[in-house]
């Protein structure tokens, strides 16, 4: 039996795209594809104070309650196991996160770095784990020159990326503001981790391919010796454990749905991340105990 979660979540996802705001983002986005930028842009800023009044009405964060706008249900499951949030969780019915993407992307169209950055923090708000919304922030902290806050975001990206490209840039972005504090051991395990992913991401290739036999090599060390270093700089080694748990729970859902190819994009992203091994051995748990509780249930 699929999990009530599962499709309670997915009727939510299918009427905010389906609502006012998303029509009238297909407007905006329509307009930014022209090369209309300051037309989109007034667009999207209206239809933000609008959602700013929505979320007072409808979405009121409270000790025991809290509103998000996760794009999927593997990322609502992958919050609930990383954050540890007691609170009641709830859906919200608008394309929020959709809304302050458009709206972060004509920001940069007019060179509006701040902006930019204020609209991606509005998309973590609502998706923390919205993992590319994060890279592109610490990306502008770096341009602005807060390093501290650029290595901040990329660690918040290690331990929730469920997409390895993110996962990799997250390493390289420490691996460079490690050599800015002039620790070239623990910079090199950085690249290391970067590398091992093999994630075919053309900015961690190059920078790979730029670092080579310098102090930044990410074959200086073994698995084990980059582990310990980034761990003793308060650095995770690898995949989040939880996350990758989260994409196969999904994927089990989607498979009792017969839907076999979303759950076959699922397991890919999470075999990227820890590899075919780890993750035939994870999921082969998770269907038993979806199984075995079936058959408690009498289904």
Known sequence: MVDTRFTTFNRVLEAREQSQLARELDTAESLIMQGEYDHASELLRARADDAESYV????????????????????????????????????????????????????????????????LKQV?????????????????????????????????????????????????????????????????????????????????????????????????????????????QGVPYGANANVVICLLMSAYEFVKQQNTNEATKLLVRATHLVGQQMVMQLYAEIRAQGEAGDVAAGR
């Not at 390289?172 to 991401?201: C, E, G, I, P």
């Not at 053309?202 to 060390?221: G, I, N, P, Y």
């Open 56 to 119: 007072a009405a409808n979405c009121s964060t409270t000790p025991t309650d809290q509103w998000f706008c996760f794009s999927s249900f593997a990322d609502k499951l992958a919050y609930q196991r990383c954050e540890h949030d007691e609170r009641q969780l709830h859906d919200s019915e608008e394309p929020l996160c959709r809304l302050y993407n458009d709206l972060a992307l004509a920001w940069v169209y007019l060179d509006e770095k701040e902006l930019f950055r204020e609209a």
């Open 124 to 232: 973590i708000r609502w998706n923390p784990m919205d993992c590319q919304a994060r890279l592109s922030v610490a990306d502008v902290y770096r341009i602005l020159g807060n390093i501290d806050e650029f290595a901040a975001l990329s660690v918040s990206v290690i331990e929730r990326a469920s997409d390895v490209r993110h996962l990799a840039s997250a390493y390289t972005n420490m691996a460079l503001y490690l050599r800015a504090q002039n620790n070239m051991d623990a910079a090199s395990a950085a690249m290391h981790a970067a590398k091992m992913l093999d994630a075919h991401n053309s900015q961690v290739d190059a920078l790979l391919h730029e670092v080579a036999d310098s102090e930044l090599d990410a074959d200086r060390f073994t698995d084990d010796e980059a582990r310990d270093l980034l761990q003793a």
